[in-house]
């Protein structure tokens, strides 16, 4: 499975972005996708995933309902659409699949990343 992550660039306090994950591959709709970010000088931390049966889970540290994860199995797409943006948002976003129904909360229970896109929100 390869990964391609989009949808990341500049955007104001309280602006909003939509993220895109879409996946090679078939039998995506078996894999759990999760989203993961990285701040500069700062630990990869995990936001938010999604099981192959659309269960969802988030960082409840600073999600706190502002973003939501989707999965479009048709089109082979994940996406995180991202409400009420903060500047401590800004970080670098990846996308990673794991293969398992289930999703999970830890980088190390991925199997496949993507490539990463940057998201910047200005103040």
């Known amino acids: 499975v390869q990964l391609q992550a989009s949808g990341g660039g500049l955007v104001q306090a309280r602006g909003f972005l939509r993220l895109s994950c879409v996946a090679s591959?078939?039998?995506?709709?078996?894999?759990?996708v999760g989203w993961f970010r990285q701040a500069p000088g700062k630990e990869r931390e995990f936001v938010a995933a999604?099981?192959?049966?659309?269960?969802?889970?988030y960082n409840l540290n600073f999600v706190k309902g502002r973003f939501t994860i989707s999965r479009d199995n048709g089109k082979n797409t994940v996406s995180l659409q991202m409400n009420s943006l903060k500047p401590e948002d800004t970080a670098v976003y990846y996308c990673?699949?794991?293969?398992?129904?289930?999703?999970?909360?830890?980088?190390?229970?991925?199997?496949?990343w993507g490539q990463g896109t940057l998201v910047t929100v200005s103040s």
């Open positions: 990673a699949a794991r293969r398992s129904l289930w999703a999970a909360t830890t980088s190390d229970d991925y199997d496949y």
């Open positions: 591959g078939r039998s995506f709709g078996y894999y759990a």
């Open positions: 999604i099981s192959a049966s659309d269960d969802v889970t």
